[in-house]
Each structure stands twice: as C-alpha cells, then as structure tokens.
C-alpha cells in the first residue's frame, strides 16, 4: 500500500502563486506515476498534472499549462506543484494521487489507485 497526503492549499488572491506539496510513504518503489487532480464544487474531478516518479517525463493539462509546474524530490519521496498567476477558477480540492501500471491513460482519474484527502485553494479575485 502507499499513502498520499497533500498540504499546502490556502487562500490567494488572482495573480498568487501557490506551492503544493505531496509526500508519498509506504510501498513507493510501486508507483508509476504521480498526478494532481483537482474538484471545483458541482464539477467533476479534473486532471491537472503527471509526472513520472523515475524519469522526470511531465504533463499539463491545456488550462494550467505555462502556469503551474510539477516537480519531484525522489529523496523525500515528495511531489510538488508550483502554481503561478493563479486565477479564480483555478479554485478547488486539489488532490495527489499516486498509479501503478494499468491499461488506463495517464491523465485518467480511473487509472489513479492511492489519493490523499485534498488540500483547498480558494483564489479570490
């Protein structure tokens, strides 16, 4: 089993920046991929970001892409998403969530078999 436990979230206001960490514990050297996803209220949960936790390979989707960067620190076993020229509808649960091999694409939430609890951003404008 791994866990996944998000922090960092807050309350910004439009044009913030916002760094979001993730720390991975228990079975890691089974993860494949580590993703953020996030949950406005009424909305469906949304990919935001991949990253590979071997290689490095990065993802975006086409609405945070130029704004947010995803990054690792293999040694803290540790995720984190930089967010920058945050908006309102950037607003939301953001969740961490660690996948193993399987048949599904990267960047569905389905594929996803570890999350953690999420972490609020709320961006005022």
């Known amino acids: 089993q791994v866990q996944v436990a998000e922090s960092g979230g807050g309350l910004v206001q439009a044009g913030d920046s916002l760094r979001l960490s993730c720390a991975a514990s228990?079975?890691?050297?089974?993860?494949?991929?580590m993703g953020w996803f996030r949950q406005a209220p009424g909305k469906e949960r949304e990919f935001v970001s991949y990253i590979s936790w071997s290689g490095g390979s990065t993802y975006y989707a086409d609405s945070v892409k130029g704004r947010f960067t995803i990054s690792r620190d293999n040694a803290k076993n540790t995720v984190y998403l930089q967010m920058n020229s945050l908006k309102a509808e950037d607003t939301a649960v953001y969740y961490c969530?660690?996948?193993?091999?399987?048949?599904?694409?990267?960047?569905?939430?389905?594929?996803?078999?570890?999350w953690g609890q999420g972490t609020q951003v709320t961006v005022s404008s």
């Open positions: 228990g079975r890691t050297f089974s993860l494949l991929i």
């Open positions: 969530a660690g996948r193993r091999r399987n048949f599904y694409s990267d960047n569905d939430v389905r594929g996803y078999d570890y």
